[in-house]
């Protein structure tokens, strides 16, 4: 099966990458843009075939690796078999 | 002093730190690559600066998992003094073995230049050399410099008194012009509890030559020599 994971910053972390984007996005003629904030999209194929052992291993390998927890929060969808 | 340093995939500082530690020994230390299992029997652990593994996914992310570092850890643990320098520092935040995280620069600019700091403490076997309050010239390199952790640990860190250094003016202050990338209070290196694992931005051994247009990074390495034989 395959993950997909979505790393994103954590509420109230300054993301001055995003602040960038907004303003090019503004230059760009834009109105409204409101916040914007960036992230990290993973995708992982999993030899794994049963669901709730694929979700712990994903689940082990944000914590371990994949986001940093002290910043980042992360979340994920796992699909097919 | 026996010392070691780490080389990681894409580590570029290792070489220099090497040259000022043989400066202040007197002997070439131990360079330790990464996919060893154990460092040797060291008085040192040195974290050089650099780009492991090409700051892939995030800066020190990978390296902390490096083989090696499983004995790093435990020997800065059990007391072995460990200096962690740039890429050096993002290993020790990733590893765990000190707090926060080092986030992209404010500027989103990779800035290289000297800056100025301001020495918080001097009561450890790294900044004896220094006075307490002193303000040295030491140059920064990097893209993701920029410190931060939450409220509370940074309460923590300055109610500890484990700030190490922080970016200053010329007279001392510590003023948000002076702060070259953003870092939360001024931080620019960090101890760790025991005051025996130290990571800093700044690079000491790019400034502790005279041929090289300056010495206030030499004072670190002739501390620790004096500290630990």
Known sequence: ?81 | MKASVIVFPGSNCDRDVAVSLEAATGREPAMVWHRETTVPDTDLIVLPGGFSYGDYLRSGAMAAHSPVMKDVVRKANAGTPVLGICNGFHLLTESGLLPGVLMRNASLKFICRDVLLKVARNDTDFARGYDEGQVIRIPIAHHDGNYYADTETLDRLEGENLVAFRYCDPSGELTDAANPNGSQRNIAGIYNAAGTVLGLMPHPERLADAALGGTDGKPMFDALVEALH
């Not at chain 1, 990458?17 to 907004?22: D, L, V």
């Not at chain 1, 303003?23 to 992982?44: N, P, T």
């Not at chain 1, 944000?62 to 078999?81: D, H, K, R």
């Open chain 1, 1 to 81: 099966m395959k993950a997909r994971i979505k790393i994103t910053l954590k509420n109230g972390v300054l993301d001055p990458q995003g602040k960038a984007i907004a303003h090019a996005l503004d230059a760009l003629g834009f109105d409204g843009v409101g916040d914007v904030r960036q992230g990290k999209y993973i995708e992982v194929e999993l030899d794994e075939t049963d669901p709730a052992a694929a979700e712990d291993t994903v689940k082990r390998m944000c914590e371990q690796l994949l986001a940093n927890t002290v910043i980042e929060n992360y979340a994920y969808e796992l699909e097919g078999s």
